[in-house]
């Protein structure tokens, strides 16, 4: 595990993706907004307050922060295919399951600071904006910013897991994540919009990653109308409860992991 | 190739016995030659075999057998050279034995497990093809990632780091190294384990002529003792100065093996001398010659080196001149060559 967390914690790549990660989070989540007319904002001035630090900045993490996740989640295995050092680290001792299951967690454990330094950054931006209102602070609950980063890895583990497996299938960086966007933006983005229109799709997009992680967002407190409004990440199709939110999504990491995992013991290493 | 000892004259006027002048080649100086090592037995006890393959087969598709029904037999502490030409089923066999590519059938057990079970794996070290490592890590960084993964203490990475003469550089990043540092860490990470089984493909590949003499010096250094090791090269110098027994691969199948004086067969006379025609026919009634056969002014004999004294004497005797009477071996890449043409 040691090892593994030093090969994440020395490439560039995980400090880049989690110093952008947070400064767009804040940026998208407080400053763009604020700046431009906080009271035109679906939520008022006040969901930029600490009392919505929860809701405002868990809506950020189903899509935008999926796809950071994403991206990591194809670096931590595709990178190995394209360095080769998949074959290095094969001939050591243990078994390739055990292999796969360190970097596994250790990938899991890198999300841990994306959530925290976004909640941070969150917290800080929120007292900023309640200073410059002249307006009370009232943080919101331990218990629900708990359970609001929780559920903010819980979905980042979701799409690091579609990213590892697209990176195993892939053996590369580059069309691992270019699948990855193109399955969150197209086909999930499309057919939950015409899930209204056509019934038969509204089964099948409450399955969907993003439907689920805006589904753990909207029982957070994020403000649905700002889920149905936030560009290009922005989701409209149906929400399902949030525990059945949660089930599904650790279904899916299960699932997926595991499956990266099948196909990495059975095929060769060339 | 000439080898060993060379009858030479001082001039082209014919040599007695007493005036020919012995001449060591410097190429093939008797302290480079590989000494057989007392420790080894190749006697073929089940016990000993370090590697055994049956009827390992490697398919890709209904096309292409890389590796067709290879019985393979390595014993414990030999060096054993693994040679073919580019894309003969080396590396794919390497790595059959390694468990990264699964066998379409036959199989194999290495140091008595199955290939890529953590217990023979805890005993292998490898390179296989190029070295490859995290290139933003330092290489101590990637000794230690590997040092973790296969339950070695971490004093080991500065020992092997040490004795691969990396340490001055063990601080740079993977990136930054030559392709001759990237290779001797290749091979410090082979030894993190300090395995018993060594398998070194093509460890040479990319260096240039110093840094291959560096690494076929290393090599030799890694044979001693009671290791295995299986080299894999298509470079024939390399694998005959350091082997103790070569297998050569063709199409994925094995089609000689022995040792490299097997292979290389027994050594013969190469004469020069006038009038040839008369010299071949009494070289041939002499006693021990089996065949003698004229080329291009060249008397070749079929006869035991060590009969050059009696016939250079017995052709001065004779009144023949004798210009050149030298010992000819077949090197190992003409049968090499031969074997894979």
Do not use: C
Not at chain 2, 227 to 236: A, W
Request: charge should be negative; hydrophobic fraction near 50%.
């Amino acid at each position: 595990m040691t090892a593994e967390l030093l090969i994440l914690r020395k490439r560039a790549a995980t400090w880049v993706l989690l110093g952008i990660w947070t400064l767009l989070g804040v940026f998208f989540a407080y400053v763009v907004p604020y700046a431009l007319d906080p009271e035109d904002q679906t939520g008022g001035v006040e969901q930029f307050f600490p009392e919505s630090l929860a809701g405002t900045l868990i809506s950020g993490f189903p899509f935008f922060g999926g796809v950071f996740a994403l991206m990591l989640g194809v670096f931590a295995f595709g990178s190995e295919y394209g360095w080769g050092t998949l074959k290095t680290l094969f001939t050591q001792r243990p078994s390739r399951w055990r292999v796969v299951a360190t970097k596994l967690a250790a990938l899991g454990i890198v999300l841990v600071p994306f959530v925290l330094t976004l909640f941070a950054a969150g917290a800080v931006s929120s007292y900023v904006i309640a200073q410059i209102e002249h307006a009370p602070v009232h943080w919101p609950s331990a218990w629900l910013i708990v359970r609001a980063m929780g559920a903010g890895w819980l979905i980042l583990a979701v799409w690091a897991a579609l990213g590892v497996l697209l990176g195993v299938l892939t053996r590369g960086t580059s069309l691992a994540i270019g699948v990855g966007i193109l399955y969150g933006l197209v086909i999930e983005g499309l057919l939950s919009a015409f899930a209204d229109s056509v019934s038969l799709l509204q089964p099948l997009t409450e399955v969907f990653l993003r439907a689920n992680g805006y589904s753990i967002a909207a029982a957070l407190g994020a403000s649905v109308d700002s889920i149905e409004s936030s560009g290009p990440g922005s989701y409209s199709g149906p929400l399902v409860g949030g525990l059945q939110g949660v089930a599904v999504l650790v279904v899916f990491t299960a699932a997926l992991a595991a499956l990266a995992g099948l196909v990495l013991n059975r095929r060769d290493v060339t | 190739m000439r080898v060993g000892l060379r009858l030479t004259p001082a001039s082209v006027a014919p040599l007695g016995p007493a005036e020919t002048r012995l001449r060591a080649d410097p190429e093939y100086a008797p302290g480079r030659m590989r000494k057989p090592r007392s420790s080894r037995s190749f006697g073929a006890v089940a016990s000993d075999l370090v590697i055994e393959t049956s009827g390992l087969t490697k398919r890709y598709g209904d096309a292409l057998v890389a590796v067709d029904t290879l019985d393979l037999r390595v014993r414990r502490g030999e060096v054993y050279g693994f040679l073919g030409p580019n894309g003969a089923g080396k590396t794919t066999t390497l790595r059959m034995l390694l468990g990264l590519v699964r066998p379409t059938s036959g199989g194999a057990t290495v140091l008595g497990a199955a290939p890529g079970s953590p217990e023979g794996l805890a005993r292998i070290g490898a390179l296989v093809e190029a070295p490859a490592f995290y290139p933003y890590l330092s290489g101590r960084d990637n000794l230690r990632v590997l040092a973790s993964h296969a339950r070695v203490a971490e004093e080991r990475v500065d020992a092997v780091l040490e004795e691969v003469r990396l340490s001055d550089r063990a601080g740079d990043r993977f990136a930054t190294y030559s392709l001759g540092m990237k290779q001797r860490l290749g091979v410090a990470a082979a030894l993190l384990k300090d395995p018993e089984l060594l398998i070194l493909d093509e460890p040479t590949n990319g260096l240039d002529p110093a840094g291959m003499a560096e690494m076929r010096e290393f090599m030799r250094s890694l044979g001693e003792g009671d290791r295995t090791l299986v080299l894999s090269s298509h470079l024939m110098g390399e694998v005959e100065e350091v082997s103790d027994r070569v297998g050569v691969i063709r199409d994925g199948a094995l089609i000689a093996e022995g040792t490299v004086a097997e292979l290389r067969g027994r050594a013969g006379l190469r004469l020069r001398a006038e009038p040839i025609a008369e010299a071949a026919r009494l070289v041939a009634t002499l006693p021990g010659v089996d065949a003698v056969t004229t080329a291009a002014g060249l008397i070749e004999v079929d006869v035991d080196t060590s009969r050059a004294p009696s016939i250079n004497r017995t052709l001065v005797e004779a009144g023949i001149a004798v210009a050149e009477l030298y010992p000819e071996q077949t090197s190992l890449e003409d049968v090499f060559l031969e074997l894979t043409a």
